[in-house]
């Protein structure tokens, strides 16, 4: 996820939080976004945040819980 939002942001760097959710969304398989389902569900976001230590975090985690609660 963080690698998808990187290359976004080389290749599109004014898109929107958006347009940031709908790439990766698009980028991610359907198992991948249920194991990070699975990881908040389980361990919370504070497992996340470890998982996923970088600048993008907050836009990883509203994404994530967008995929949770559609």
Do not use: C, H
């Not at 998808?4 to 990766?24: H, I, S």
């Amino acid at each position: 996820m963080q690698q998808l939002l990187q290359q976004l942001e080389k290749n599109n760097p004014t898109a929107t939080e958006a347009q940031q959710e709908a790439f990766v969304s698009a980028a991610i398989t359907p198992t991948k976004k249920e194991r990070l389902i699975n990881a908040i569900k389980e361990g919370g976001q504070g497992a996340i945040e470890e998982f996923l230590d970088n600048p993008y975090l907050n836009v990883a985690i509203r994404i994530i819980e967008g995929w949770r609660n559609p």
